[in-house]
């Protein structure tokens, strides 16, 4: 760093010995004739270095921690579906979508049924779905269906139990050539 002052030219740089914090300043004069003096720094205090480790913890909680638990609030607003007391409906298209998992109370880590009526316009193909968690990417966990005639399809897929504790699920059905739709639902542990 250059500092100019009247007749003097400052040049500034810190140098660090072991544990002591030294400046140089070099000051040239008119005559082109260099000084150097070298000034010892004290090194931070013990409260300094406790105050920035405060504040480096602060901030990791602000940017880090706090976004992961404020998610986690959000996605229980998003439940569009109470799969223990019923059957849950969305509409793609000109179609009504319904889920029905059974047996309920809809439990993780047991087998489960799946089943999905179609009522209106119909897929090229059989519908599948792909269970999931609100806002995490998870491996293939799907559910292949069978048709029973008349709209009506069927298969039997496993919950899993998040190591994590969350219970908030998501079924999103695919039907082939129209699109997908998503239920969010909560699961028992």
């Known amino acids: 760093m250059l500092h100019e002052s009247g007749a003097f030219i400052c040049k500034i740089q810190g140098i660090k010995f072991s544990t ?3 400046a140089e300043i070099k000051m040239i004069d ?3 004739k260099t000084k150097s003096h070298f000034i010892q720094l ?10 920035s480790g405060v504040w480096i913890g602060m901030l990791f909680f602000i940017t880090i921690i706090f976004p992961i638990a404020a998610q986690a609030r959000d996605f229980s607003k998003m439940i569009n579906c109470d799969v223990h007391h019923g059957t849950c409906t969305q ?14 109370p809809v439990k993780a880590m047991t087998d489960l049924k799946f089943t999905i009526t179609l009522t209106g316009k119909q897929g090229v193909s059989e519908p599948f779905i792909d269970l999931g968690m609100p806002g995490m990417k998870m491996g293939p966990n799907r559910v292949l269906l069978k048709s029973n005639g008349k709209g009506v399809y069927s298969g039997t897929g496993t919950i899993v139990r998040c190591p994590s504790g969350k219970k908030i699920w998501k079924a999103t059905v695919i039907v082939p050539d129209m699109g997908s739709v998503e239920f969010i639902f909560d699961v028992i542990y």
């Open 30 to 32: 008119s005559n082109d």
């Open 20 to 22: 002591l914090f030294y």
């Open 42 to 51: 004290r090194p931070p205090s013990r409260n300094t270095q406790l105050l």
């Open 91 to 104: 509409k793609l298209q000109d179609t009504d979508i319904i889920l029905d998992i059974s047996p309920k």
